[in-house]
């Protein structure tokens, strides 16, 4: 039988002492009070923060917004389905965040950023918030570099820039997700990369969804923006998201305001659209910029003033010239950016300059010459200036333009180039003009391209 020596268990007791380490861990919990519609009340999570995670007792992930003085009101990101009334719930101590890192490019995600495609998980390395500060004066530049969107009408007349906030307005006739994709810094040569929202619009568990979903698309093109990257965001639409955020706050007894809204509703954009911007030099000039989609009814924009007044111009759509067989449909009249030219480059200036004033007049002449008879030979001249001008406008879906074919193209229209053809024929010669100076005048395309001027040799 063998003996245990006492020092030797003195020996082991007290190793064992010294290698002690007792972790005391804290949680914050609550039991659940109420359930349903997508809104839970939680009773006891006293140390609960704003928009802090929480963890319900069988998995589902929800926010605290509501911080009332004998509850809390929490939205689910979850169906929420198991959860019982009584069951416990968890504070995490963590603000909602999402994970960030180049390893989501060409991945199809949630509003919590989780992948839901069949390409797996995706590796990172840091998180962001999803509610961040806008970046201050002092960390933006001015918006001076064009978004190349490869619309001829967009960049020749409207000038939308890196780092701007332009809204695009109009009825549901023509696509207007497919006018912001058709272009916007995806061909070669440019250095995009796109980030594309679309909400969810319909069933009780998405109003959360939709609610959260442009704030994760945001946070993850900011984190491309502070890597030095150019980002293009489309927001498809806000106003879907007013009303998805109008009903979480009536359900969660929030006061209601004007037509039901929150008093905050205005807030919820502003915050959104402000983290838009172009970065200044000494943070590395990335930006990101903010294409939101509102749809209106019989083209009346005056319910849409305050989303206008947040952001830096507007492309208005129009359903009677999509009618009128002109694509895309831009009403260059009430069309703005409130950049103005600084996100040309000059060879653009010195070609466009007098585009949106011929097209304006033409647009009166032309209501005008509807109730005259007989017309002198000098507006017969204007009128088919302009018909040749918004029949170069024109142009077919996904077919974007480099801005050399566009300066070249303007060119032939503003100097009267077109004005011995009927109007049947421009598209025509145009493309075949622009397939001939690209095969047999190379030249003058890399003096454009260059000096990014349109020189006399030009």
């Known amino acids: 039988m063998a003996t245990i020596r006492a020092d030797k268990i003195s020996t082991i ?138 619309l001829i009408a967009i960049y020749s007349m409207i000038h ?124 590395g000039e990335g930006s990101m910029t903010a294409l939101p989609i509102v749809e209106t009814q019989s083209g009346d924009v005056s319910a849409y003033t305050n989303v206008i007044s947040i952001t830096d111009g507007q492309i208005f759509l129009s359903a009677d010239l999509f009618n009128a067989g002109i694509r895309p449909a831009i009403n260059v009249g009430i069309s703005v950016s409130r950049v103005g030219s600084a996100a040309q480059i000059k060879s653009m200036k010195q070609v466009a300059g007098k585009l949106k004033l011929e097209l304006a007049q033409f647009a009166e002449l032309e209501a005008f010459a509807q109730f005259a008879f007989d017309l002198d030979k000098a507006t017969q001249n204007q009128l088919a200036r302009g018909q040749q001008l918004r029949e170069l406008l024109k142009q077919a879906q996904l077919a974007p333009l480099t801005v050399e074919e566009q300066v070249m193209t303007i060119y032939t229209g503003t100097n009267g180039y077109l004005d011995s053809l009927e109007i049947d024929q421009v598209k025509k010669f145009l493309v075949q003009l622009r397939t001939y100076l690209k095969t047999n005048k190379t030249q003058l395309q890399e003096i454009i391209s260059s000096t990014k001027k349109f020189p006399e040799e030009a």
């Open 160 to 283: 939308v820039g890196r780092g701007q906030r332009e809204l695009i307005i109009g009825d549901n006739y023509w696509s207007k997700s497919v006018f912001c994709s058709s272009g916007s810094d995806y061909f070669p040569g440019t250095g995009g990369n796109g980030l594309y929202y679309c909400g969810s619009r319909n069933g009780r568990l998405t109003c959360n969804i939709t609610i959260l979903a442009p704030y994760t698309g945001v946070t993850l093109a900011e984190s491309f923006m502070y890597r030095e990257r150019h980002t293009s965001i489309i927001y498809d639409d806000p106003s879907k998201q007013a009303q998805a955020y109008r009903q979480m706050s009536l359900l969660l007894r929030r006061p209601p305001g004007r037509e039901a809204y929150p008093g905050d509703v205005f807030y919820l954009h502003s915050r959104l659209l402000e983290r838009d911007a172009k970065l200044s030099t000494l943070l």
């Open 13 to 150: 007791i007290r190793e064992r002492i010294e290698q002690y380490d007792r972790e005391v861990k804290v949680v914050n919990t609550g039991t659940v009070l109420q359930i349903g519609d997508g809104i839970a009340r939680i009773h006891g999570l006293d140390e609960v923060m704003a928009g802090e995670l929480v963890e319900f007792e069988e998995g589902t992930i929800g926010i605290a917004l509501n911080l009332e003085s004998n509850n809390v009101g929490v939205v689910l990101m979850g169906n929420g389905l198991m959860i019982q009334e009584g069951s416990s719930v968890k504070a995490t101590g963590r603000i909602a965040q999402i994970p960030v890192s180049e390893a989501y490019f060409g991945h199809v995600v949630n509003a919590l950023a989780k992948p839901i495609d069949v390409r797996g998980e995706i590796s990172y390395f840091e998180s962001r918030l999803i509610e961040s500060p806008a970046p201050g004066i002092i960390s933006r530049r001015y918006v001076y570099e064009p978004l190349q969107t490869g």
